[in-house]
């Protein structure tokens, strides 16, 4: 389990679904990190692949609807944010796809969405949410 | 060097080791930050009204403490999905001490991180070049070295 109670911005849609969000990677995590052999594991990883370019996008898609109903000011900023992260989640899908899901590019890609993620909903979302609270407005 | 480059990285470690970890970071006592036989090395290079690079020394217990934190799972050697979590925070550390650079009116990119597992103990040194900052957590010791010039 990779979700704390920490990581809660006080926004309760968006925190359920960033700890969905976390449930899933840190179900991703543990079948590639697991015993076993590496061919079993790759259909997880394209499960993982496939929902981190639909369920992903739902999200950043509320979030960012959320944000322009605010008049949050650094919405564009955080836009770009997440343009970038559906960049390289679909470069990666592709990556892998073209080479045959190699296990090292793989737990590479693991660790640093990992930290990704921790980084962005403790920084970029908080700082929304600390926007919707200083601002009074409604959650 | 100038010195003044120095409090915006600090500073960038201090607030993403607090938000990401909950871990409070302080200036470690100059000379050798051990922790385990093999070390993380990342650099990350940047480029514009400063250019040059950071090292990021993160001995072997320090770095799996650090990815035991975020995974939640226990973690025993320094392997590519450890390395690449390491990569990722080393990353996100520049990009925010490049935006309190940007504050102090150099701008500046930083490029993507090279990672090597090296096995020599981390030892800091100091030149008129590099500047080596030797930090202290309650999961273990790390090392940065910062090597940046005005270009401006």
Not at chain 1, 121 to 133: F, I, R
Not at chain 2, 56 to 73: A, K, W
Request: charged share 20%; hydrophobic share 40%.
């Amino acid at each position: 389990m990779i979700w704390k109670e920490k990581y809660k911005i006080g926004i309760p849609t968006i925190d359920k679904q960033h700890e969905e969000l976390f449930n899933r990677v840190a179900d991703f995590v543990q079948a590639i990190r697991q015993e076993g052999r590496w061919e079993e594991k790759i259909e997880k990883v394209k499960d993982t692949m496939v929902f981190l370019q639909e369920y992903v996008v739902t999200h950043f898609n509320y979030e960012e609807q959320y944000q322009q109903a605010l008049g949050y000011p650094d919405c564009e900023e955080h836009h770009n944010i997440h343009e970038a992260f559906k960049a390289d989640i679909q470069s990666a899908a592709k990556e892998f796809a073209d080479a045959g899901y190699h296990e090292q590019a793989v737990q590479i890609l693991a660790g640093r969405l990992l930290a990704w993620l921790i980084n962005h909903v403790v920084a970029a979302d908080q700082k929304m949410a600390q926007y919707v609270t200083e601002q009074g407005l409604e959650i | 060097m100038k010195a003044e480059y120095v409090n915006p990285v600090f500073k960038a470690v201090t607030d993403v080791f607090k938000a990401m970890l909950d871990i409070e970071v302080s200036r470690g006592a100059t000379g050798a930050v051990a922790g385990g036989n093999q070390e993380v090395d990342i650099r990350i290079n940047v480029k514009g009204d400063v250019s040059g690079s950071i090292l990021f020394q993160f001995p072997q217990d320090t770095t799996l403490n650090i990815v035991q934190i975020m995974s939640g799972m226990e973690l025993k050697e320094l392997d590519d999905f450890v390395t690449s979590a390491m990569g990722e925070i080393s990353n996100i550390i520049s990009g925010n001490a490049a935006s309190y650079l940007s504050q102090l009116n150099y701008h500046c990119d930083i490029m993507p991180p090279q990672i090597a597992v090296a096995d020599a103990v981390v030892s800091a040194h100091f030149s008129h070049k590099t500047l080596s900052i030797p930090l202290h957590t309650n999961i273990g010791d790390l090392n940065i070295c910062i090597s940046l010039d005005e270009m401006k």
